[in-house]
């Protein structure tokens, strides 16, 4: 399988992770909505780089990669994007055990918040996409 290939299928993913985060916030089903925001964010960015042959640490928490490895390849982004990508990144991966295993039970703020970063890094990331795919 092609680095293009793998990234297809990371993006395709976090597609779908995206609709079922989005559904768990409309059930109120908090915990749910934050971990599925979470797993969208890191296979947007996985994906990302897998479409620029980046190997990726295989750890949940990869803004901060992503922003240094893009600029390596000279795609660097706005200070505001990159540092908002770091900060949602790092935000949901310290969320991510807690909201599964129930370790603590969120609220209805903590889910949206947790949608918002992950709108947020899905239309940049799809953005991205576009401009890295046309660049292939």
Same mark, same amino acid.
């Given at each position: 399988?092609?680095?293009v290939?793998r990234a #297809?299928? $990371?993006i395709?993913?976090?597609?779908?992770?995206?609709? +079922?985060a989005? @559904?768990?916030?409309? %059930?109120?089903?908090?915990?749910?909505?934050?971990?599925?925001?979470?797993?969208t964010?890191?296979l947007?960015l996985?994906?990302?780089?897998k479409?620029?042959?980046?190997?990726?640490p295989?750890?949940?928490?990869?803004?901060?990669?992503l922003v #240094?490895? $893009?600029?390596k390849?000279?795609?660097?982004?706005?200070? +505001?994007?990159a @540092?908002r990508?770091i %900060?949602?990144s790092s935000?949901l991966?310290?969320k991510?055990a807690?909201?599964?295993?129930?370790?603590?039970?969120?609220?209805?703020?903590d889910?949206?918040?947790?949608i918002?970063?992950m709108r947020f890094?899905?239309?940049?990331?799809?953005?991205?996409l576009t401009?890295?795919?046309?660049?292939?």
């Amino acid at each position: 399988m092609t680095n293009v290939e793998r990234a #297809k299928i $990371l993006i395709n993913d976090a597609r779908d992770y995206k609709a +079922e985060a989005e @559904n768990a916030f409309k %059930e109120n089903k908090w915990n749910r909505s934050i971990r599925r925001a979470q797993e969208t964010v890191e296979l947007y960015l996985k994906g990302i780089m897998k479409l620029i042959n980046i190997e990726f640490p295989k750890v949940h928490d990869i803004g901060k990669f992503l922003v #240094k490895e $893009l600029e390596k390849k000279g795609k660097k982004l706005p200070e +505001e994007v990159a @540092n908002r990508i770091i %900060e949602i990144s790092s935000m949901l991966a310290e969320k991510r055990a807690p909201a599964f295993y129930r370790e603590e039970e969120y609220s209805r703020e903590d889910a949206r918040e947790a949608i918002e970063g992950m709108r947020f890094v899905s239309q940049i990331a799809e953005k991205l996409l576009t401009e890295l795919s046309h660049e292939q």
